[in-house]
C-alpha cells in the first residue's frame, strides 16, 4: 500500500519557469515532510521539509506548500533552472515511535533550456 | 569528509550465489537503513536498525539480511540472490532523533542473471 502518493511521475519544464511536484499522504499521523533530491549517480540528499503547523515554507527558489486539511503538499521551484534537473522525492514520517520514512515513487525532473 | 560510504558501487553476480554490499559511516549515527530504488516504485526500505545489536524489517525484507555488529558498519546479505532482487540500493544513516534527516550513500547498482 502506497501510503504516500506523488505526482507527476515526470516532468519537463522550460528554463526560467516553476516546476510543481505534488504529493498526497493518507496516514494522519505524519507530522513530517521533507523533500529529497537525487542527482544522476548519486544518493538522495535532504532538500527541504516542513511541518504541518505551518502551511509553507519557502528556502531559496524551492518552496512547500502544505494543505493538512486535504493531506497534500507540493514541492515549487521557482525560476527552474538546467542544474535542477534531478529526481525529486517526497517522504513522510510520524515522530512518535515510527522510525522509518515512508517515500513517494520520485518525479523526473528535467529542465529544458 | 562526513559520508557514507558502500562497496561494491556495481555488482553483477548469478543466481543463488551468495553476496554482501557493505555500508559504512563516519558520523557516528546511530540510525543506518538500507532502501532499494526501482522504477516507478521510489525508495522502498529493506532493514534498519536503530542501534547496535537491534534490526528491523522494514517494507520488503524478503530475501535479505542485515547485521549490525559495530556502530558504524551495517552490511547487506544476500543468501540467495534472485533475479527480482536486481536494484540500486542505498544505505542512509542518521541520528536517531533525526530519522527524518538521512544521509544517503552513493548507492550499489546490482545486477542478478
Known amino acids: 500500500q502506497q501510503q504516500v502518493k506523488q505526482s507527476p511521475q515526470s516532468l519537463i519544464v522550460q528554463k526560467g519557469g516553476i516546476s510543481i511536484i505534488n504529493c498526497a499522504y493518507e496516514?494522519?499521523?505524519?507530522?513530517?515532510f521533507p523533500w529529497y533530491q537525487q542527482f544522476p549517480g548519486k544518493g538522495p540528499a535532504l532538500l527541504i521539509a516542513i511541518r504541518p503547523d505551518v502551511s509553507e515554507k519557502k528556502e531559496g527558489r524551492f518552496t512547500i506548500s502544505f494543505n493538512k486539511s486535504a493531506k497534500q503538499f507540493s514541492l515549487h521551484i521557482m525560476d527552474s533552472q538546467p542544474g535542477d534537473s534531478a529526481t525529486y522525492f517526497c517522504a513522510a514520517i510520524s515522530n512518535f515511535g515510527n522510525e522509518k520514512l515512508t517515500f513517494g515513487t520520485g518525479t523526473r525532473l528535467t529542465i529544458i533550456p | 569528509e562526513a559520508q557514507v560510504t558502500q562497496n561494491p558501487r556495481y555488482l553483477i553476480t548469478v543466481t543463488g550465489k551468495k553476496l554482501t554490499v557493505t555500508c559504512s559511516q563516519n558520523?557516528?549515527?546511530?540510525?543506518m537503513s538500507w532502501y532499494r530504488q526501482d522504477p516507478g516504485l521510489g525508495l522502498r526500505q529493506i532493514y534498519y536498525s536503530m542501534n547496535v545489536e537491534v534490526t528491523d524489517k522494514g517494507d520488503v525484507p524478503e530475501g535479505y539480511k542485515v547485521s549490525r555488529k559495530e556502530k558504524r558498519n551495517f552490511p547487506l546479505i544476500l543468501e540467495s540472490p534472485s533475479p527480482n532482487q536486481t536494484s540500486l540500493y542505498f544505505c542512509?544513516?542518521?541520528?536517531?532523533?533525526?530519522?527524518?534527516?538521512?544521509?544517503f550513500g552513493p548507492g550499489t547498482r546490482l545486477t542478478v542473471l
Open positions: 542512509a544513516s542518521s541520528n536517531r532523533d533525526h530519522v527524518n534527516e538521512q544521509f
Open positions: 558520523m557516528n549515527h546511530e540510525y
Open positions: 496516514n494522519t499521523a505524519f507530522d513530517y
